[in-house]
């Protein structure tokens, strides 16, 4: 018997991967993203800054130290369409 994969979601508030632990979105999220959003990228830039502050929000609450620029290289950055 071989379970489901977990979705690669995103534990809040530690913006941890569900499925692997990574920093969301992990890997696999972010291909999962794209692939989700590729007929709209500016839907998707659209997501990731609303999830980006809802993670800036969360994780200043935890106390730990959020650098805007950090955020921006891992919700955003990657998402840009570049060509
Ligand atoms: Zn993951």
Excluded at 56 to 65: C, D, V, Y
């Amino acid at each position: 018997m071989s379970r489901p994969p977990r979705p690669h979601e995103p534990m809040r508030p530690l913006w941890r991967c569900r499925a692997c632990g990574a920093q969301w979105p992990c890997q696999p999220a972010r291909l999962s993203l794209l692939v989700q959003y590729r007929h709209d990228r500016a839907g998707l830039l659209v997501y990731l800054a609303t999830v980006m502050s809802e993670a800036a929000a969360q994780l200043g609450q935890l106390g730990g130290p959020v650098r805007p620029a950090e955020l921006t290289e891992r919700f955003l950055t990657w998402a840009r369409a570049r060509d």
